[in-house]
């Protein structure tokens, strides 16, 4: 028998705004992008935007529609990220959502401790090995910006303890372009070269203009060095509602898709080709107190809206979620945490990224990791959906046991038994005396036993210690010639 109907897998899935909605944000976008402009403080893309057709008046720079177009149509409407060792990983396209981790924040909280200490490079190395234990997490960022180095060369840092940490795809934060040229550097050691680097990225660069509607030198020339040797790129415009943005999310959504859409433009005028996320964070601000938080529903719904214009245009997507700004990992924080990553699954958002922020994203927090990594999991397997077909209805089975009996024992159930229902590695859902005789142990002390169980126990594939050797001198010249050319600008 053949029959359409009969089998059905349809992933769970929201909408926030309507086709209309969506036409006039673009609208607006492209209309600010000419009528408004960007203060471009990069002269090398002043001359390219200008040569390309945009109005240049000193370092205000005019778009025209006619010029996003045409980079629209050069720019890929996905790309894949492999780990290290060369696998695919990541198809970052159409409705596909992956997570990631929490990053750049100044403080991170000790794995062992849960002392807060100002950031350090041994910590984004303990942060990037549990998130390489964590099933369900499935990229890494530095969790943390390390600040026992100059931050200058944090970056060449702080990528050599990730990726010398875990297998997962990268997303990484440059901090000059000349820092970012020397990371693509050092991940082509151990692609095998520039080329093979370009055929299977394993990482991606993360540029993050200064909103609102100013392109810093610096953040051009990253997204330059991106595009320049096809690396893939998620630019991160983050506006603030009533701040750095107007304090309606519909406005703030314009601003976030006029000024990603000027990180594309720039990125397509450069190479032609080069992939790039259609992407941006929504930050929200509390009035009363000037507080930036990162745990408010309304964050997860302007992205998710903002999400629907990327989409619209068939380009890839960017999330923030798994993160509160709660400065413990107790309820507040699985509450939190819990509601963006399930809203933003349900958005279709690709990569998803801030897993483990505490405190206003001032904290990076790998026992929020691990418990974000359980939330991940459980997000996962509700967006499965239900497939609907003869077996899964099962007619058949229904009519075998017959009024009275039980499933048990019928092999239906033996075939199903194990991937119908999702297991947690911690939630408590064994009767209460079991639950007593364990130590009457609260999520916060089984997230910790998990925590000390990955530190102890978990190993990452090491890289070769040639290719290693190679990694730390270039990062070592690189560090020598950034603090010279630092030195030389002051």
């Not at 309820?331 to 809203?343: D, K, N, R, V």
């Not at 064994?430 to 978990?458: C, F």
Request: aromatic share 6%; with cysteine.
């Amino acid at each position: 028998m053949i029959n359409s109907g009969a089998t059905q897998f349809r992933q769970p899935q929201m909408r926030i705004l309507t086709e209309d909605q969506i036409y006039e944000i673009k609208r607006a976008a492209f209309d600010i992008m000419f009528s408004v402009g960007f203060k471009v403080l990069h002269e090398g893309a002043r001359d390219m935007l200008k040569k390309a057709g945009a109005v240049v008046e000193g370092e205000l720079v005019r778009v025209p529609e006619f010029i996003v177009k045409q980079c629209l149509v050069t720019a890929p409407n996905g790309f894949t990220l492999y780990d290290r060792l060369g696998n695919r990983a990541l198809e970052v396209e159409g409705r596909k959502s992956y997570y990631g981790t929490s990053t750049g924040s100044p403080r991170f909280k000790d794995a062992r401790t849960g002392e807060i200490h100002p950031t350090r490079v041994e910590d984004i190395g303990i942060g990037a090995r549990v998130a390489d234990a964590c099933e369900n997490i499935d990229w890494v960022m530095p969790m943390g910006s390390s600040q026992d180095v100059p931050s200058i060369v944090s970056d060449l840092y702080d990528f050599e303890a990730v990726v010398t940490n875990t297998v997962k795809p990268i997303v990484f934060l440059g901090y000059s372009g000349r820092g970012t040229e020397l990371v693509f550097e050092m991940a082509a050691e151990i692609a095998g070269g520039k080329d093979k680097l370009r055929q299977k990225p394993f990482l991606a660069l993360y540029p993050e203009p200064i909103t609102p509607l100013v392109q810093p030198d610096e953040t051009i020339d990253r997204i330059f060095a991106a595009a320049d040797n096809f690396i893939p790129q998620v630019p991160g415009p983050a506006p603030q509602l009533g701040a750095t943005a107007p304090a309606t999310m519909a406005g703030l959504i314009t601003m976030i898709t006029a000024e990603s859409l000027m990180c594309l433009v720039l990125a397509q005028l450069r190479q032609p080709g080069c992939p790039v996320c259609l992407s941006g964070n929504v930050q929200i601000m509390n009035m009363a107190s000037g507080v930036f938080g990162v745990g408010y529903p309304e964050m997860s719904l302007g992205i998710a809206a903002q999400a629907e214009v990327s989409q619209s245009f068939d380009l890839p997507t960017w999330g923030y979620a798994g993160c509160s700004d709660s400065k413990l990992v107790d309820a507040q924080a699985g509450l939190e945490s819990g509601f963006s990553i399930m809203t933003q699954a349900l958005s279709g958002l690709n990569l998803i990224h801030d897993v483990g922020y505490l405190d206003q994203a001032m904290v990076c927090s790998p026992a929020q990791l691990v418990l974000g990594n359980e939330a991940v999991g459980m997000a996962k397997k509700f967006m499965e959906g239900i497939r609907v077909d003869q077996g899964t209805i099962a007619r058949q089975v229904i009519e075998d046991i017959g009024p009275g009996g039980h499933y048990l024992a019928h092999e239906h159930t033996l075939k199903h038994c194990r991937t119908a229902v999702w297991n947690s590695k911690l939630l408590a859902r064994e009767p209460y005396e079991t639950w007593q005789s364990k130590g009457s142990k609260d999520m916060a002390e089984r997230v910790q036993e998990r925590l000390a169980d990955i530190l102890d126990n978990h190993e990452v594939p090491p890289i070769d210690g040639a290719v290693l050797a190679r990694i730390q001198a270039i990062r070592d010249a690189g560090a020598k010639e950034l603090l010279a050319m630092a030195e030389d600008d002051s």
